[in-house]
């Protein structure tokens, strides 16, 4: 059978194969600890849950969902009432917000939306592997920016050559980021939406983590900034602040002319999310505070336990503060693949290498606190007796 050109140019997907290979060790009775994938295993709150439950009764919520591909005007409306509240954004439900099977949906449909075959799209390096995974299904070219401990994870917006801005009509930014935790200022935004204005480049913020911050780091909205909904939109999704990874709802905000691209591709592709689902969603969003004070200080917690244990074999380091993730350097002369093959195979605790973010991870881990209380301290102790 004959697969397609531009999947070859795709590695494998990080987690599948950190699927295999944990099947594969607890096939042969190793009891693995997956501290490498970034999936919450506490639960959705209850409400949410009975939300779902109950309008999946209705038999009108058994059609194809209301307003389709664009979501619900009621789940609209109040994905506009939580980023006037919690990110200081206005946006009018008609045109500026769109739902999505999540962010990841997002960050691909954006792309067929907005560029032709051979066009460049920048994204940083580290960064996200589906990013560049949805490039290349667009037939469209990488360029990764390097992003450098030394200028706080932020890419250096000067340093792209002038070929490749000349050819570039996207970019891909993430911030709080995966893989490094990092957060963006106000000032590094102003500086983006110039060098999209300069270069008509359209922006991605992709901006699942927005919630996710810790010592008093300040919740930031791309689209918070003058200018940018000029140039872009921003990606936020349910799966984290709410624990709903599994439920696949997001959104999409912004520019009007890039969300009715991303709409068009939409409606050609899918045909929007469960109804059911954005009621629940609806819920979640409504009970915002609660939530999400529960789940800030169960990662707190975890955080403060790694950092810990890190610092007990030698390994201290200044946290950045998004994400539920810990970028953390190997030991000095240790490449990211000896220190994850270490983990594996004297402490049976899985993490993902840094370079599987790209070639400027090489001398980082990552570790997810999303597992539970109990499993992080045994793997804590399975690490310390290594060390
Ligand atoms: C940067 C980034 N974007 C998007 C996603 C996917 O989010 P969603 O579950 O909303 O599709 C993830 C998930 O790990 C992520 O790290």
Request: charged share 20%; glycine share 8%; hydrophobic share 40%.
């Given at each position: ?43 959705t709150p209850?409400s949410v849950i ?230 629940a969603?609806?819920k979640a ?103």
């Amino acid at each position: 059978m004959q697969v397609a050109d531009r999947l070859q140019k795709i590695p494998p997907y990080l987690f599948v194969t950190l699927r295999n290979k944990i099947a594969k060790a607890r096939a042969e009775g190793v009891d693995v600890i997956n501290l490498g994938v970034g999936d919450p295993v506490d639960p959705t709150p209850p409400s949410v849950i009975e939300e779902l439950c109950r309008r999946a009764q209705d038999p009108i919520n058994h059609q194809y969902p209301i307003d389709e591909e664009k979501g619900m005007l009621a789940f609209r409306q109040e994905v506009a009432r939580w980023y006037a509240k919690r990110y200081e954004v206005e946006l009018n439900p008609e045109g500026e917000v769109l739902g999505l099977i999540g962010s990841k949906e997002g960050c691909h449909h954006f792309i067929l939306g907005v560029v032709n075959p051979g066009d460049v799209v920048l994204m940083t390096d580290p960064g996200y592997p589906a990013y560049r995974a949805s490039i290349y299904m667009a037939s469209a070219e990488p360029y990764a920016v390097p992003m450098l401990a030394e200028n706080h994870y932020l890419p250096n917006l000067g340093d792209i050559p002038p070929d490749i801005l000349k050819r570039a009509k996207a970019m891909f930014l993430n911030y709080p980021n995966n893989p490094t935790g990092a957060c963006a200022t106000r000032a590094f935004f102003s500086r983006v939406v110039k060098f999209a204005k300069d270069h008509d480049i359209a922006i991605c913020h992709d901006n699942p983590y927005s919630e996710i911050l810790f010592n008093g780091q300040e919740r930031l909205s791309f689209l918070s900034v003058p200018g940018a909904k000029d140039v872009g939109i921003e990606l936020n999704s349910l799966s984290k602040p709410y624990n709903m990874t599994g439920w696949r709802i997001g959104m999409a905000m912004g520019n009007k002319e890039i969300l009715a691209a991303l709409c068009k591709v939409k409606e050609n592709t899918d045909s929007g999310i469960f109804n059911a689902i954005q009621y629940a969603a609806i819920k979640a969003l409504q009970q915002e505070d609660g939530n999400i004070a529960k789940m800030l200080a169960i990662y707190t917690q975890r955080r403060k336990l790694v950092l810990e244990t890190l610092a007990k074999i030698g390994l201290s380091f200044i946290p950045q503060n998004g994400t539920f993730y810990l970028w953390i350097p190997a030991p000095k002369g240790v490449t990211s693949i000896n220190f994850t093959t270490t983990l594996f195979e004297k402490a049976s605790v899985v993490v993902a290498a840094g370079t599987a973010y790209g070639q400027h991870g090489e001398g980082y881990i990552r570790i997810s606190l999303t597992v539970p209380d109990k499993r992080l301290e045994e793997a804590m102790e399975r690490i310390q007796k290594v060390f």
